[in-house]
């Protein structure tokens, strides 16, 4: 399988069929800031963006899904948010926020929070529907040190930063 993971093709490889897409980028690429968590798609700090064709964005478990699947598509992981060294907005305002702890569900989040921005930018939501949607885009990941409330903080903030841009 090939794949382009921000933005770099890599591959072809050849992978066994069980292989998981976590073990992929863990073992096979180094990219090590892609966490296991449940290994039940439950937690979703295992999650990529899966960049569409269409322009669209999602996340994905990786604990789950077979390598192979990912065959042809172009991911983003965490290791791709900053730019020549300086973290993106969205990681700034995590940071800023103290939104993590121990940081494991991080990568996690980070992407979620991307592609709900990336969303909003290309449909804004009214204002009196920020706090829904946010809670939407991330209410399924989960954070055992319990920090939801920076996470959330933190996007919105990312958000009244730029009304224009983000909101109708
Ligand atoms: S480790 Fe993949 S969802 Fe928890
Ligand atoms: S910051 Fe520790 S699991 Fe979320």
Redesign the pocket.
């Known amino acids: 399988m090939s794949v382009t993971i921000n933005g770099k093709a890599h591959g072809p490889f050849e992978v066994r069929d069980e292989l998981s897409m ?1 073990d992929f980028l863990r073992e096979y690429l180094g990219l090590t800031g892609t ?13 990529v963006i899966v960049d569409n064709p269409d322009g669209t964005s999602e996340t994905s ?4 899904v077979p390598a192979a699947s990912f065959a042809g598509k172009s991911i983003r992981t965490v290791e791709g948010h900053a730019r020549n060294g300086e973290l993106s907005r969205l990681q700034k305002a995590f940071v800023e926020h103290f939104s993590f702890q121990c940081g494991y569900c991080t990568a996690g989040f980070l992407n979620e929070g991307q592609v709900l921005l990336e969303r909003l930018a290309r449909a804004p939501v009214a204002r009196a529907d920020l706090g829904r949607t946010i809670v939407e885009a991330l209410d399924s990941h989960l954070c055992c040190c319990t920090g939801y409330v920076k996470y959330h903080v933190a996007v919105r903030d990312v958000i009244l930063s730029d009304p224009q841009r983000y909101l109708r």
């Open positions: 976590n966490k296991f968590g449940c290994g039940l798609a439950q937690c979703l700090s295992c999650a478990p990786t604990c789950v």
